[in-house]
């Protein structure tokens, strides 16, 4: 008996040990105390301005596999195949030369842009002279797109069975988008418009008081021979097709830009946390048709204005804490537990500015309730405000720091930086907006 105790013991102990080393506090410091938030403070530079005259290309790729790959987005599909191609899945890139300055709009009919991907594009760019700095990555964030990209547990379980061979396909095809883009550069000029579509988005989360982030948001790019193409961004999210679906498809932002024919298009997800699509139809494919065809009777009712011919294209490092996996309201996995289980990347801001209106590429699923804040925020500068969702980097949602205790799914299983990181955002933003317009915060 006193054997059986003592090994009884010994196990309470041993998972007592093990619970300690892999569970910790959730800290709840404010932000503007931290390390991370000190670090970023002292790295604010000055941002390199390129003028002089306008060019514009634009260009695609295929990036449907030639056989059936693991679809991206849902948990419950568990790495499933797709099926059939119910419409096929592309790269597209807009290159805009401004002086001596170029940036390269590339947006792909994926979940997100996977940083193993990102990785691969930027050593096979190398030798060309294109940076990830020079390139605004974006996905239309289709949760019906090819996955097994990432090798983590947790990519695995949103994007299926790691395969390399996918990384190279994807990093083959974006590269040939984006010199086929920079080849087609013409003269040209860039518009700005935007137009609110109150139709289209709902605010997903179910809580009282939320905000809706209601703007289509686009750039307008057009040569001097009338050619044109646009970037358009808008907050609801690619999901109207849902989990049980096994075909592949561009969701919603497939119908808006095949609709603009015979103008290029390429869709940016906004910033879409906590943004849902509206679903109207009989079947999740009538939900698809009707929403981009939605979108696109309010884009087209935009009106634009012509921007100056001055660029800022760069990329900085944002500094973070410790990424922690929550388990309840205090409680989280340890941060070695977490990078064993969801990866270790840097995360970075893509800064581009065009004129008076600035873009900002997030690594993350980025708040549309934040956006409304930084929107108003930037108009009183002068500012046109553009945020872009998934750079190629990811670090969780980015959500409204009111919502940290809701209990939600995007404040619990993918917030992954802890307490107060959307006032962490909102000053980065804020302070990014304040540097272009010449005004530094303090």
Not at 62 to 77: M, S, V
Request: net charge neutral.
């Amino acid at each position: 008996m006193r054997k059986i105790i003592k090994f009884v013991l010994v196990v309470i102990a041993v998972l007592i040990l093990l619970v300690l080393a892999m569970v910790q506090w959730i800290d709840r410091t404010p932000y503007t105390e931290t390390a991370h938030y000190k670090a970023w403070k002292e790295q604010v530079a000055d941002l390199p301005v390129q003028t002089g005259a306008c060019r514009v290309g634009w260009a695609l790729e295929n990036i449907t596999p030639a056989q059936p790959a693991p679809l991206a987005g849902y948990g419950k599909r568990r790495g499933r195949h797709y099926e059939t191609v119910h419409d096929s899945v592309y790269v597209r890139s807009v290159a805009l030369e401004i002086g001596g300055g170029q940036v390269f709009f590339v947006s792909a009919d994926l979940l997100f842009i996977p940083p193993k991907v990102a990785e691969a594009v930027e050593k096979k760019l190398k030798k060309q002279g294109i940076g990830l700095k020079d390139i605004h990555f974006s996905a239309t964030h289709s949760h019906s797109s090819i996955g097994g990209w990432e090798s983590t547990l947790t990519g695995e379980l949103f994007g299926g069975k790691y395969d390399p061979a996918i990384v190279e396909f994807l990093a083959e095809q974006f590269c040939k988008a984006i010199l086929a883009s920079e080849q087609d550069l013409a003269a040209g000029k860039v518009s700005y418009s935007e137009v609110i579509d109150d139709e289209d988005v709902r605010y997903r989360i179910n809580l009282p008081g939320g905000q809706r982030d209601k703007e289509i948001r686009a750039l307008s790019f057009m040569k001097n021979s009338g050619e044109k193409a646009y970037l358009i961004t808008y907050s609801a999210h690619s999901t109207t097709l849902g989990d049980d679906n096994l075909q592949l498809s561009r969701d919603y932002s497939g119908i808006l830009v095949d609709s603009l024919r015979p103008a290029f298009a390429l869709y940016m997800a906004g910033a879409v946390a906590g943004m849902g699509p509206v679903e109207r139809g009989n079947t999740e494919f009538d939900e698809a048709r009707n929403q981009g065809l939605s979108v696109l009777h309010h884009f087209l009712q935009r009106r634009e204005t012509v921007l100056g011919d001055t660029l800022v294209s760069t990329r900085i490092r944002i500094p973070l804490p410790e990424p922690t996996a929550r388990l309840t309201r205090n409680l989280a996995l340890r941060p070695w537990v977490f990078k064993r289980f969801f990866g270790d990347y840097a995360a970075y801001l893509k800064v581009t500015q065009v004129g008076n209106t600035l873009l900002l590429g997030m690594p993350a699923d980025f708040s549309g309730e934040i956006m409304v804040e930084l929107d108003e925020y930037a108009r009183k500068k002068g500012l046109n405000l553009i945020i872009t969702s998934f750079n190629g980097g990811y670090v969780g949602y980015i959500t409204a720091d009111k919502l940290y205790d809701s209990g939600h799914y995007e404040t619990v299983t993918m917030s992954w930086y802890g307490y107060q990181n959307g006032g962490y955002f909102t000053e980065i933003s804020k302070d990014i907006i304040d540097q272009v317009t010449g005004k530094q915060t303090k």
